[in-house]
């Protein structure tokens, strides 16, 4: 949808090294043709957009100063990362960003040597970047550790945590934060990058170090009195009181979109014995792409686009999305309950809470990137007599999880865990997948999981869970829309603990967990036109079990196949478990569990993921043929 710009500087630049050959008077325009391809790029391919182009001059200037990759760049979340991409070596590749076999939407190490540090989940950099120079400082290897941390991901505790321990690693540490939200600055011009420039100087840090340990030989209460008297000159001045007590050098806040500010100020940060040192750079969410700029939340994340008019892509119209049901669900629920209320992680649009706090914004609840803090949040609601809808990704909740197990599960709160893209999520890759909450929940006493296979399911699960009120529930669904069943005009509340059987048969049964329910439907289909009678079950519930339904079908069939969007771990091994446990496994079944692979799967087209996992109707009819052959095979032995 877009053509390669005409870019006639940056065509000259493969890597750093080339960047740095540039005079400082080049570097404008180097911005601005990295803003034009980044623009194309992803008007081509879709993915991240305004985060990164806020962040273009940031880019050019850390890699213009530093020595990446000896000098080691960590971005937080990653999501920023394509003006990086294109100023280290993959520029040729970048309009193959999140398609199969392509670059990644985010930091990943084994792609290049300039990303040291995977990422994609937020506030990680300054632990990360932590590790990095203390490890330079003890082996005395050269190389500074710089992070580049947003914002809002300075709302998760684990940034904070890192900060209080970064001074272990002296002027080896440099913390950018990149200030495009929270307007936490001072207005940012001329006086205030004067002041910054000359803090962040040789000279006045020489003379702050020379002052300092002149005032540690003074009696106690008069040193203390003149460090009190430093950092709050400057703190009345600059800001940044916060980050002092953390024991970072606070420099800013400057203008991240001007050159001439951000060069010099980082030049002597990278030449500063001071240390750790954190510099405070203002930036503007889709800088330079006036759609972008005037839509900040549209241009987050895109759909390919035209560069020309900024309209995105858009897809044919289809059934509701899956939070979108969630979303309008629990709002009209909290219509007749005012104790029902809703919780989520930075993510409202992505979970449908958006659509809750429209209607409720009193019981709607934001709590920024700090999941850990959301989950014994609900806790707290929950044992207060709330009915608490706690919206995460499945992916985020792992951030969580010793919450949910000691303030959820322990003391059996009735929180309602509503987990967003359960299983693979296309474009997004192995980092944003929901692979593993059916092991992590099921796994524990007290809950209750439930998997929707389609969107008028997740209506009936929202209610369910919504009744539930003697421990904690969880309804997992995937990414993207549902199948297009008509939606229920009443809601049903489930029977905890029961399945429903979709499709009656003889001789295969397929228990199915989930949205693959519509490939088990397939196989059924294939397996009836090769004579092959078969059952079909949609458990509904990984905990706790319809043991009776699943003893039926183990007793009555001869091949029984599980199957789940989830890692090992999940439904095959809970059934697996059960029929061992229960004597129900003997040499006449065949017991076949089918689950996502023991790997990370790559990013690609979501059919493409399924395919490769093996879960595919096609797969379940190879399952139960290959079962089959193995158990006649087996009982002709038996026989002789």
């Known amino acids: 949808m877009s053509q390669s710009p005409d870019t006639p500087l940056l065509d000259t630049v493969s890597t750093p090294a080339d960047l740095r050959r540039l005079k400082p008077a080049q570097l404008r325009q180097l911005a601005d043709e990295l803003r034009t391809e980044t623009i194309s790029a992803v008007g081509t391919t879709g993915g991240h957009l305004g985060s990164g182009l806020g962040v273009v001059e940031l880019t050019t200037a850390i890699h213009y100063v530093f020595n990446t990759p000896d000098d080691r760049l960590i971005w937080d979340v990653g999501h920023q990362c394509y003006p990086h991409k294109i100023l280290t070596g993959r520029r040729d590749r970048i309009r193959t960003l999140r398609t199969g076999g392509g670059l990644s939407g985010f930091t990943k190490r084994t792609e290049s040597e300039y990303d040291p540090f995977g990422a994609a989940h937020s506030s990680t950099s300054i632990s990360a970047a932590l590790g990095f120079a203390v490890a330079n400082k003890l082996t005395g290897a050269p190389g500074k550790a710089i992070a580049v941390i947003g914002d809002g991901a300075m709302s998760a505790g684990m940034a904070y945590e890192a900060m209080n321990n970064a001074e272990q690693a002296g002027n080896r540490l440099v913390v950018i934060l990149n200030d495009n939200d929270m307007s936490i600055a001072p207005p940012v011009g001329g006086l ?286 995937p990414r993207g829309n549902g199948t297009g069943v008509e939606m229920p005009a009443v809601l049903q509340k489930l029977e905890i603990g029961k399945g429903r059987v979709v499709r009656e048969g003889k001789s295969v049964a397929i228990l199915s967990l989930g949205t693959r329910l519509g490939e088990a439907l397939k196989a059924a289909d294939a397996l009836e036109a090769k004579g092959l009678s078969t059952t079909v079950a949609d458990l509904r519930f990984a905990k706790p079990l319809d043991e009776a339904l699943i003893r039926r079908l183990l007793a009555t069939h001869e091949v029984a196949v599980t199957i789940e969007e989830n890692a090992i771990g999940g439904l095959g091994a809970h059934v697996l478990t059960m029929a061992s446990d229960q004597g129900l496994i003997d040499a006449g079944l065949k017991l076949r569990t089918m689950r996502l692979p023991d790997r990370f799967q790559d990013h690609d087209k979501p059919e493409l993921q399924y395919d490769e996992a093996g879960l595919n109707s096609a797969h379940i009819v190879d399952t139960v043929l290959k079962a089959l052959r193995h158990n006649s095979e087996g009982l002709a032995d038996a026989r002789a």
């Open 192 to 477: 205030s990058a004067y002041l910054s420039r000359i803090v962040s100087s040789r000279e006045f840090l020489g003379l702050r170090e020379t002052l300092k340990k002149f005032a540690r030989k003074l009696p106690r209460p008069i040193h203390s009195a003149a460090k009190k008297t430093d950092e709050f000159a400057r703190g009345m001045t600059m800001g940044g009181t916060l980050f002092e007590e953390l024991g970072f050098y606070y420099v800013g806040p400057i203008d991240g979109h001007n050159l001439d500010h951000l060069i010099p100020v980082l030049e002597n940060v990278r030449d500063a014995e001071e240390g750790p040192i954190l510099v405070h750079v203002v930036t503007k969410k889709g800088k330079g792409y006036a759609p972008a700029e005037k839509a900040a939340d549209k241009y987050h994340g895109v759909q390919k686009f035209d560069v020309i008019t900024g309209a995105q892509a858009k897809a044919p119209p289809g059934p509701p999305s899956y939070q979108n049901v969630f979303g309008e669900t629990l709002a009209k629920l909290a219509e007749s309950d005012e104790r029902i209320c809703a919780i989520t992680a930075a993510m409202p649009s992505g979970t449908g809470v958006d659509k809750f706090a429209q209607a409720h914004p009193t019981r709607a609840f934001d709590v920024g990137i700090a999941e850990q803090h959301a989950v014994t949040f609900a806790a707290g609601l929950a044992a207060q007599g709330m009915r608490p809808f706690c919206a995460i990704y499945s992916t985020f909740l792992q951030r969580a999880y010793d919450q949910v197990v000691h303030d959820v599960a322990i003391q059996n709160l009735p929180v309602r865990f509503a987990i967003d893209r359960a299983g693979l999520v296309g474009a997004d890759g192995a980092t944003h997948a929901g692979s593993f909450d059916v092991t992590y929940l099921a796994s524990l006493p007290n809950f209750v999981v439930m998997a929707a296979a389609d969107e008028a399911e997740l209506a009936h699960m929202t209610y369910t869970a919504a009744e539930h009120d003697c421990g904690p529930i969880a309804v997992r669904y």
